[in-house]
């Protein structure tokens, strides 16, 4: 690991080159005194954790946002991009970490936006689009429609997107996330080929593996700062890693350590004892419809014993959301039956189901776990708040006092107990959830859906203790999660849905991770043998 | 029914189509970049207004219906600039200018034609198109129409192809799908809504040009009487396309000729009822016919970038 690295920069020009940037919002310093080089031919990884300021760094260069100072200078002439359509003028082009693709128009239509004046000519469009599939490996129908396509399809759209307009700056934000393992891998063949055709890439990230597998050169970003540059990431992996969270990677929880495949997923990792062979949650055949007569969820048959943590695994959109909304008694099952021990809780209204015992940690947290808007008390204890009234008025400085020792507890940090939810960061607003689900005074079953999204390192660890601290109580719990490396050391089953079914189930052994990955992709358990219900 | 009294009811049947579907075309480009239009009826009335008085002072009804084009800009501009810019909420600034134009046109005729209301106002006229209008008995009664509607189906025809086929079809359809795509693509989302809104505008003051000094040279107050909500409504109906919208408003304008036709034939239905008829039909077109799920999905939202 180098500060920088002389040999190199006298060699190549760079393309641009990013010289003190400073971006503020309000009192937040987003980015503080950024340098950085970014050179043509070159894959430069962008690393660090959530709101370490990476996004904004691709912002400022896309022209979306506008430094507050220092200077960026673009084929060495000052580069002041005035929005994304100067900075597309310039050559720069961006895949964004959230598609923007209009989803009931085709393929075409997408590309064509914003390219063309006057009538469009979508033959010669479709031609276009068939030469790149050729040259980057990026197969498309011209003529299907956005909705009609996977994610890892949707995101070849977005990068075709970019690269018909022949950019000589390609910067991807988080492209990884949302995709299975062998889509990954043909996205970096994508960069890779894109670099060596003689263009910057940049791809910001998270995840070690691959910077190791592609990085010709990393930047680290920790809270607005560059903490650490290299020339040879592969051999620098630990110094970058402890750059980007600042401390050890042994301190590191080793479960959260392996989501960020920092490590190996740990093995012999769970006292199972506490699992008692006793059902808590069954979940019997259950089949749901939507308006249009999809099967959104096929005939799921599922049994959770107290104590134990059993995963769902699979791609987001396969079922997840409609298992876990039926679950909360936000939406009906067409068929099936749901029992919590001996009681049946099929189509219970979700104050019913929450007083039968379930804790529920929504995917969506804003849209459905929380109300913004209230105050982080009322939030924490949102679903006992009569218990806090006398006479039908509130009892506010109780429900503070009370709302400030789960705040201790749970190690969420606010102003105080009547900071406004919407105020808190998203970790501690996840962490607050956690808390009011956790603590239902009967709970026997937790449902987590991708509790972990968009939380940092310190916030996952937090959370895992938690979810791991309940299942030790006997609390039976089903955590859906699309990080496969989250299902493998938190959980002790793990069963995949594809599109709406069971492909299979296995334990949650490290080293069935492919079996996993290829059921994921929709193959049958061929391989996976027995040990279903262990 | 003898064929007679069908041609009839056929030609009232398109003319008393013509306001909505110059109306609801430019409310559907609208609605489709994502702005919802609710004070198309006070832009037709403005029009209607406008256009009025101006072939009244003039003599001239050609430089009536110029007057009441340009009337209506300030009013769009008005609802584009609270919609857009402002981030109003778009139903609510709607109404509010629909209530404000009735006002305003309710006073303004008072202070202007005073005692001799209903006077007569020089209008638009007729053509008959060749070989359509000499089929007998259809001809003269469906074709033989104020050229304004002749002009109105050319700008449905030239709309249609240009959401079709060109980028600023493709633009706008995205801006009321996902403007953020078009935002990332570097267009301007803000540009292409003022664009629209401005556009149906203008397709409104034609609207409301035909009703006053089109079809009855004259303007009564409050004359509009729903029509622009009518216009939205065939929208819905017509699920956001250009086809749809036509023949929903066709079939507004078909319910509204029977008002007519009916006591002509002798059947005895309580006017009222007849009068309804429409709105009813618009109501059950709106309310449970036809899913919402195929309106642009961030239609009324302004957007943030």
């Known amino acids: ?534 | 029914m003898t064929w007679e009294l069908f041609a009839v009811f056929l030609g009232s049947s398109i003319r008393l189509a013509t306001p909505l579907l110059l109306a609801g075309i430019g409310e559907m480009v609208s609605e489709r970049a994502g702005v919802l239009n609710m004070s198309i009826e006070g832009m037709m009335l403005t029009s209607a207004f406008a256009s009025a008085v101006g072939a009244w002072a003039t003599g001239d009804p050609l430089i009536g219906l110029l007057i009441g084009i340009i009337a209506v800009q300030p009013v769009a501009l008005l609802q584009a600039v609270l919609s857009n810019t402002l981030r109003a909420n778009q139903i609510v600034s709607g109404i509010g200018i629909n209530i404000l134009v009735l006002g305003a046109t309710t006073l303004a005729y008072r202070e202007i034609f005073g005692a001799r209301s209903r006077a007569e106002i020089p209008g638009l006229g007729k053509i008959k198109p060749p070989l359509l209008g000499d089929i007998p008995v259809l001809g003269p009664a469906v074709f033989e129409q104020v050229w304004l509607l002749y002009l109105g189906i050319a700008l449905i025809v030239l709309t249609a192809l240009v959401l079709r086929y060109t980028s600023i079809g493709l633009a706008i359809h995205a801006a009321g799908a996902e403007p953020k795509a078009v935002d990332k693509s570097g267009l301007s989302v803000t540009r292409i809504r003022y664009g629209c809104v401005l556009f149906a505008g203008f397709m409104a003051s034609l609207a409301g040009a035909f009703l006053s000094i089109g079809d009855i040279h004259t303007f009564t107050e409050g004359m509009t009487r729903g029509a622009g909500y009518l216009a939205i409504a065939s929208v819905i109906f017509g699920k956001w396309r250009v086809g749809g919208t036509v023949l929903a408003c066709l079939l507004f304008g078909a319910a509204t000729a029977l008002q007519f036709q009916l006591p002509a034939l002798g059947v005895d239905v309580p006017n009222a009822l007849l009068i309804m008829l429409p709105y009813l039909l618009a109501l059950l077109a709106v309310g449970g016919l036809v899913g919402r799920q195929m309106a642009p999905a961030t239609l009324g939202e302004p957007f943030r970038r």
């Open chain 1, 1 to 534: 690991m180098s500060t920088t690295s002389g040999i190199e920069t006298a060699s190549v020009e760079p393309l641009l080159s990013l010289e003190a940037i400073t971006k503020r919002f309000g009192s937040f310093a987003a980015l503080s005194d950024v340098s950085l080089e970014l050179r043509p031919g070159e894959i430069h990884c962008i690393l660090g954790e959530n709101g370490a300021g990476k996004s904004t760094l691709c912002n400022l260069i896309f022209g979306v946002h506008r430094p507050d100072g220092g200077a960026m200078r673009f084929r060495g002439v000052p580069f002041q991009p005035s929005g994304p359509a100067d900075a597309l003028g310039h050559g720069i082009a961006m895949v964004h970490q959230h598609f923007s693709l209009v989803p009931d128009m085709t393929v075409v239509d997408n590309v064509l936006l914003g390219r063309e004046r006057g009538v469009l000519n979508r033959r010669q469009c479709a031609a276009q689009l068939e030469k790149l599939a050729v040259d980057y490996g990026l197969p498309l129908d011209p003529d299907a429609k956005i909705e009609d396509l996977s994610v890892g399809e949707r995101q070849r759209v977005e990068i075709v997107k970019c690269l018909i307009r022949d950019p000589s700056l390609f910067v991807l934000d988080e492209p990884t996330a949302v995709l299975l393992p062998d889509e990954i891998a043909a996205l970096l063949d994508v960069c890779r080929r894109v670099a060596s055709s003689g263009r910057a890439v940049v791809l910001v990230t998270h995840k070690l593996a691959e910077i190791k597998k592609i990085a010709d050169r990393v930047t680290v970003l920790r809270g607005g700062r560059v903490v650490a540059t290299s020339a040879t990431p592969a051999a620098d992996i630990d110094a970058l890693v402890r750059a980007m969270i600042q401390g050890n990677v042994e301190a590191l929880d080793s479960s959260a350590a392996s989501v960020l495949g920092l490590a190996p997923v740990p093995r012999a990792r769970r006292d199972r004892s506490a699992i008692v062979k006793t059902e808590a949650l069954q979940i019997d055949g259950l089949t749901v419809r939507d308006s249009q007569g999809v099967t959104r969820l096929d005939n799921f048959t599922l049994t959770v014993d107290r104590g134990e943590i059993v995963g769902v695994a699979g791609v987001e959109g396969n079922g997840q959301s409609e298992l876990t909304a039926v679950l909360s008694g936000m939406m009906a099952a067409t068929e099936g039956r749901i029992h919590l021990g001996e009681a049946e809780l099929t189509g219970l209204a979700p104050k019913a189901i929450t007083a039968a015992g379930i804790g529920i940690v929504p995917e969506d947290r804003h849209a459905v776990g929380c109300v913004t808007g209230m105050s982080l008390a009322e939030n924490i204890y949102l679903n006992r708040l009569d218990e806090f009234t006398r006479f039908g008025f509130l009892k506010r400085s109780a429900l503070q006092r009370e709302a400030a020792a789960m705040m201790q507890r749970f190690d969420v940090r606010a102003r105080g107990p009547a900071a406004t939810f919407s105020s808190l960061s998203g970790g501690n607003q996840q962490k607050a959830v956690l808390a009011r689900e956790i603590t239902l005074p009967n709970l026997t079953c937790l449902v987590a859906a991708q509790p972990t999204r968009g939380l940092d390192v310190g916030a996952v660890a937090a959370v895992y203790d938690h979810i791991r601290a309940a299942s030790a109580r006997g609390v039976a719990i089903l955590l859906v999660s699309s990080e496969l490396d989250e299902l493998l050391s938190v959980a002790d089953r793990i069963v995949v849905l594809y599109r709406g079914r069971i492909m299979g189930a296995c334990a949650a052994d490290p080293a069935r991770r492919e079996d996993i990955g290829a059921m994921m992709a929709g193959h049958a358990q061929e391989h996976v043998q027995g040990n279903v219900h262990a």
